[in-house]
């Protein structure tokens, strides 16, 4: 499986982004995940997609970032609104032990 993402820029905080996960294959029926990783920090988990489709969000995007998919399509998103500084990351997806490249996310104040 090859997962890449895309979608990732600058943006002003307040700014909206929308990054996307294509895969090779049909994964994403499977749980799936977007995790993020900041300079000096550790990789956090940001939100998951079950194959039921219910969905799980870190505190920190509660209410902002919205994870989906599309099947058929083989590819899954992250909205992310209203972004903060503190979203600066490099965001990665990953689903049944893949990772994809990263995107880098750059929030400006």
């Known amino acids: 499986v090859q997962l890449a993402e895309s979608g990732g820029g600058t943006v002003q905080a307040g700014g909206s982004l929308r990054l996307s996960c294509a895969a090779s294959?049909?994964?994403?029926?499977?749980?799936a995940a977007w995790y993020r990783q900041a300079p000096g920090k550790q990789r956090e988990l940001v939100a998951t997609?079950?194959?039921?489709?219910?969905?799980t969000y870190a505190d920190s995007v509660q209410g902002r970032f919205t994870i989906s998919r599309n099947n058929a399509a083989n590819t899954m998103y992250l909205q992310m609104n209203i972004l903060k500084p503190e979203d600066t990351a490099v965001y990665y997806c990953?689903?049944?032990?893949?990772w994809g490249q990263g995107t880098q996310v750059t929030v400006s104040s």
């Open positions: 997609i079950a194959s039921g489709g219910s969905t």
């Open positions: 990953y689903v049944a032990g893949h």
């Open positions: 294959g049909s994964v994403f029926r499977l749980t």
